[in-house]
């Protein structure tokens, strides 16, 4: 495998981390209620995205493969838990 190839796949594996992040990261600011966040912009996404990619290497390491549903669903529910928790009141 070459350079890459090596960073399409790795590209292909964030993806969803990095899809279901900007949607929550982005979905305040549409809303009619205004952001109220703990930190900045730009940690929020930080740390939705280190989550989601740490919740994928996660079900790459117990499942033994990428891909399993069960780990789109822990990755949801993890990225959805703490855009809620960063923008609780």
């Known amino acids: ?3 890459f190839a090596f960073l399409v796949h790795l590209a292909g594996f964030m993806a969803p981390a990095v899809v279901v992040g900007l ?4 979905a305040p600011l549409w809303s009619s209620q205004g952001r109220v966040a703990r930190w900045s912009r730009a940690i929020d996404l930080t740390v939705l995205l280190v989550m989601g990619v740490g919740v994928l290497l996660a079900g790459l390491v117990f499942f033994g493969r990428d891909g399993k549903m069960a780990t789109y669903a822990a990755l949801v529910l993890v990225q959805g ?3 809620w928790w960063m923008r609780r009141r």
């Not at 949607?23 to 982005?26: A, P, R, T």
Request: charged share 0%; no cysteine; proline share 0%.
């Open 1 to 3: 495998m070459n350079f």
């Open 23 to 26: 949607i929550l990261w982005l």
């Open 81 to 83: 838990t703490l855009a």
